[in-house]
């Protein structure tokens, strides 16, 4: 496969990321800045002649910290009623409000329902999207993603031991949920222990998780120019050369999405509205922060639990990657969430594309801190992400056309 000039797309990127990151700045989930995002994007696409741009609305809790701290202050509030009282209705209370805290986080952590789902406000948001069509008869569809909002900067993502201590401590404090529930549980039908000392020993871990989550947000919004404008802006170069260079028998959808950053709301509402209609074997590429640090696509994805990106995903990932044996490309498993998490969980091909600085490269992150701005993108990297990404589009396209070829024959020799 023939290498291609990639510098006049990095600069139109870049163009993209100054204009969100600088010019609208940091975009909340379903604030006005993330809308506008969208407005400029959907802008671009016009430009471009990307066809049928349209907006899906849809809505979604605007803080990822909303339901944590529910969750907490659930079990918290069991571990206060067995400190004032200790008798058995109060454990049992206590045990149950608990467990409630247990089933909130971890339905959180996997963007599934709960009571703490249930009993949140939710506003308004949106996907902008758009199709760019073959060049001939459909055979394969490609939709290339990237999430417009960006996230608050909470001090735990400050620097990188203190997002080290802040995840050991948050740990901790789910597992103090476990453990209460489990002792409140032998206190009530075993006798064992005064519930009070369980109190008063898993209280103080308990409150630090609600106070981390009740910090969060009352701190502003990044900026985001690596996470994520970096993303929007390379498929927007992406989508301005795939209108010079159309792909023979695929078609390219982009879906621009909001509140990503807050638990996948959007690119929920983009798979419910149309993952149907697109198909099983369509191929989801993720842009998230692809302007910063080493090349990487993820082999697993998630809070908690991993979940392996598909196998027929992974393939066209190391079959790019042996195409471009001039860049450095490594595959990992993710340190949170990406948009194709809710991809991957439905059984669908998703692949996750970012940049990530090494360990001891002396490259500092800036995920999520008022640090991440336009001065701190590498142009080299962010080119490495285009050449990558344009790679995949093309053996998606190839193995469409070798299909078309495969049918032809065997028609010809009947």
């Known amino acids: 496969m023939p290498s291609a000039s990639f510098s006049e797309d990095v600069q139109q990127a870049l163009q993209h990321v100054r204009y969100l990151s600088q010019t609208i700045g940091g975009r909340g989930s379903c604030t006005v800045q993330e809308r506008r995002a969208g407005e400029y994007t959907a802008e671009q696409m016009q430009q471009i002649g990307v066809k049928e741009i349209c907006v899906e609305p849809f809505t ?49 952590t996997e963007f599934a329902p709960s009571w703490t789902r249930w009993a949140l406000s939710r506003k308004e948001s949106q996907n902008v999207c758009g199709v760019i069509p073959a060049k001939s008869d459909v055979r394969a569809r490609i939709v290339l993603c990237a999430h417009l909002d960006t996230h608050r900067t909470p001090i735990f993502y400050s620097s990188e031991a203190w997002y080290a201590a802040f995840t050991a401590l948050v740990s901790l404090s789910f597992l103090s949920m476990i453990v209460g529930a489990a002792a409140l549980g032998l206190s009530i039908y075993q006798g ?5 000392w369980v109190s008063l020993v898993l209280l103080p871990v308990q409150l630090f998780g609600l106070a981390m989550c009740l910090h969060a947000d009352f701190t502003p919004y990044s900026p985001g120019a690596n996470d994520n404008a970096t993303g929007v802006g390379a498929a927007l170069a992406l989508a301005q050369r795939l209108r010079r260079l159309p792909l023979k028998h695929t078609e ?16 929920a509402a983009y798979l419910d509205k149309n993952a149907l209609k697109l198909g099983k074997d369509t191929t989801y590429i993720i842009l998230d922060e692809v302007g910063l640090g ?19 995903a992974l393939e066209l ?27 991957t969980k439905r059984g669908l091909m998703a692949l996750t594309v970012c940049t990530v600085p090494a360990p001891r490269s002396g490259i500092v992150s800036h995920w999520h801190r008022m640090t991440d701005t336009l001065e701190t993108i590498r142009e080299r990297d962010l080119e490495n992400t285009l050449q990558f990404a344009w790679t995949l589009l093309q053996l998606v396209d190839r193995r469409a056309s070798n299909a078309v070829d495969s049918n032809s024959m065997r028609v010809s020799e009947r």
């Open 317 to 343: 990932a190391r079959q790019a990657k042996h195409a471009l044996p001039e860049i450095e490309i490594v595959e990992g498993v993710g340190l949170a969430y990406t948009d194709a998490l809710q991809a």
């Open 252 to 267: 390219i959808h982009l879906a621009f999405t909001g509140c990503e950053e807050v638990g996948d709301w959007g690119i």
């Open 60 to 108: 979604a809790i605007p803080s990822t910290y909303w339901g944590y701290a529910l969750s907490f202050a659930a079990a918290l509030t069991g571990l206060l009623i067995v400190l004032l009282s200790d008798r058995q209705g109060e454990r049992t209370l206590a045990m149950l409000l608990n467990l409630a805290g247990v089933w909130g986080f971890l339905a959180e």
């Open 294 to 312: 080493g090349l990487k696509y993820l082999t697993a994805d998630g809070l908690i639990f991993k979940h392996k990106t598909h196998p027929r």
């Open 192 to 196: 064992w222990m005064s519930a009070r």
